[in-house]
C-alpha cells in the first residue's frame, strides 16, 4: 500500500474538492431545473426504484472493492477476480429484480414502478465495471481521473435529461438522467485507466478476501435498511408525493453536506490503512480530519437552515415549500454523519469491521421503532419519522465515539474539543441569518444578502480566533490552481 503523507492527502483531498466543486455543483443546478420541471410524484417513484438499485450495490460496489482498496498489494488477477464476482452478482440480482418488479408495482399501487425498475436497474452492470476501477484508482490515488469522468458523465446525463424534462417525459427523464451517467462512467473510466477487461477468477483470491468482506457487506446492508426503510414505508403508508418531497427535501444538505465530506471521506480510508499498525499517528489524522470536516460542514448545514424560507421558493418554486421543515432535519443529520461515517474508516483500517456492524444493528434497530411508532402508533407527519431519525443519528454517534476510543484512544472530551469551535461560530451566524431573514424585501435579494451575511461573519470569526482549519483551507484553496497543472 502507497505510505499517504501529508502533502499526498491534501493534494488527492483538493482533487476531490475540485470534482465536488466541478461535478456535484454544476448537478445540484441541473437538479434545480429538474425540480422545476417534474412533479413530485415522479420524484417519489424513482426513490421507490432507487432504493432497490441501493440494496443491490451492497453486494455489487461493496465488501470486495473495499478489501482491495485496503490490500497491501493488489495484481492483476485480484481486479479480475473482483470484476468477475461483481459482474455475477449483478447477473442474479438484476434477474431477481426482474421477476419481482411486477409485485412491486402491485405492492405500492403504481402500476408504471414495473417498467421503470426493469429499466433502471441496468446501470448496475456499468457500476459493477466502473467500481473495480475507482478501486484501482483510489489505490493509486489518481483522484485528477475519477473526477474528470464523474464531471463528463454527470454533465452530460444531466443536460440531456433537462432537455428530455422540457419535452415533458416526466419520469422518464430522471431514468435517461441515471442510465447515460453510469454509462459515460463506466466508458470514460476504462478510457482513461486504459482499463484491460478481463474475467480471471482464483478461488484462493476471493477467499482470502471473503471474512473481511463479510463484515463489509453486513454494515453496509445495515446502513441501507436503516437509510431506505424510511423510503420503503413512507411510500406505502403516505404517498409518492410525499415521498417526492422527503427526496427533494435532501438535494440541498446531502449535495453539501454528504459530497464535501465524501471528497475527504474517500481519501481517509488509504490514508488511515497506511498507518494501521501506528494508533498515535492514526489518531492524529482522525482528529484533525474530523475537526477540519466539521469546520466545512457545520456552518453549511446550519446556514442552509437559515436560508431555507427563502432558498426553496426562489430555486424550487412554491410548490416545493412542503420541503422547507423537512430540510432542516436532513441538515442536521449530515452535520452529525462524520463522526459515524469517520470511526468506521477507523475499523476498516485496523480490520475490526465487526464494529461497525455493532453500530448499524443499533441504528437500524432504533431507525425502524422510531419509523413504525410515528407512522403507525402515532400516525404522526413525516416530521415525525425525520425528527426520530435526528434522535437515532446523535446516539449512533456517540456509539461510534466509543468503539473509535477503544481502537485509537480517542476520547468524548477530545471530539467536543475538536468540534466546539466550529460550533459556536456556526450557531452565531445562524442567528444572525434567521434575523436577516426577517426583512422584507425581494426574496432573491434577501437570499443574496443572507449567504453574504453569512459566509462573512464565519470568515470573520475564523480569522480573529485565529482557527487552525481555516488557514489550512485557505492553504488548500491557494493550491487548488497548482495542483491542478502539476498533479502527476
Known sequence: MIQVS????ASNASWKFIDFIARKIAGLVISIILARLIAPEEYGAIALTLVFVTFSDIFILNGFNVALIRKEKASEIDYSTVMTMSLSFTIVLYVILFFAAPFFATFYNIPKLCLILRIITILLFFGAVASVIRSKGTRELKFKKMAVSSFISNITAGLIAIVLAYLEWGVWALVAQLLIANFLDMVVMM???????????????????LKFTTGVIGTSFLDFFGNNVCNLIIGKSYSTKDLGYLNRSNIFPETVGLNVFNSINSVLLPTL????NDDIEMKRVV???????????????????????????VLLTDKWARCIP??????????VNPIRAISYNVFYAKGISVYSIRIEIVRSFLMIVGILLVVFAFRGSLLWVLFSN?????????????????????????????ILPSLIMSLIMLTVILFIGQIQINMIALLAIQIVAGVSLYWLMSILTNNENYYKAQGYLKSLITRYFNYD
Not at 501529508?6 to 492527502?9: D, N, V
Request: charged share 15%; glycine share 4%.
Open 273 to 276: 490503512t497506511s498507518k494501521q
Open 390 to 418: 435526528v434522535i437515532v443519528s446523535f446516539i449512533v454517534a456517540f456509539a461510534s465515539q466509543k468503539l473509535m476510543k477503544s481502537c485509537i484512544r480517542y476520547s468524548y472530551f477530545e471530539l467536543f474539543t475538536d
Open 326 to 335: 423537512l430540510m432542516y432535519f436532513g441538515c442536521i443529520y449530515y452535520a
Open 287 to 313: 482528529r484533525k480530519v474530523l475537526s477540519f470536516t466539521e469546520y466545512l460542514i457545520l456552518p453549511m448545514m446550519l446556514g442552509l437552515i437559515g436560508v431555507a424560507n427563502t432558498l426553496i421558493p
Open 191 to 209: 478510457i482513461l485507466f486504459r482499463w484491460r477487461f478481463s474475467l480471471h477468477f482464483s478461488p484462493q483470491i476471493a477467499k482470502s478476501m
Open 6 to 9: 501529508s502533502a499526498q492527502f
